[in-house]
């Protein structure tokens, strides 16, 4: 059975940090592609950072960029998301998500963002970062 359980969230000031992690179970970890994503109420569900499985290349989306580093570690079968210099509207519920698609795998750097291409998903842990 698949199973990715994130921890690390919690409620932070402006300007501060938090490291997520990512448990995964149930799969050949080192194969997959693993995506963090997170929703705010009332907002879609957004594509934050990626990491390839094939090279470690890793995709951010623009709002984070330069302030979150994705990182996986394969022996312990679990990815991190490091955030620093949190904002407000970093404020959401963070998923981890895997694809096991083997062509997108090949084909992360178009298509990780979307969620529809993830097979597996966490059960979100709260970001809520103060102002």
């Known amino acids: 059975e698949v199973q990715l359980v994130e921890s690390g969230g919690g409620l932070v000031q402006a300007g501060g940090s938090l490291r997520l992690s990512c448990a995964a179970s149930g799969f050949t970890f080192d194969d997959y592609a693993i995506g963090w994503f997170r929703q705010a109420p009332g907002k879609e569900r957004e594509g934050v950072s990626c990491?390839?499985?094939?090279?470690?290349?890793?995709y951010y989306a623009d709002s984070v960029k330069d302030r979150f580093t994705i990182s996986r570690d394969n022996v312990k079968n679990t990815v991190y998301l490091q955030m620093n210099s949190l904002k407000p509207e970093d404020t959401a519920v963070y998923y981890c998500a895997v694809t096991t698609a083997v062509a997108l795998q090949f084909r992360l750097w178009l298509l990780w963002k979307r969620p529809g291409e993830y097979d597996y998903w966490g059960q979100g842990t709260q970001v809520t970062v103060s102002s």
């Open positions: 990491i390839s499985s094939i090279d470690s290349s890793t």
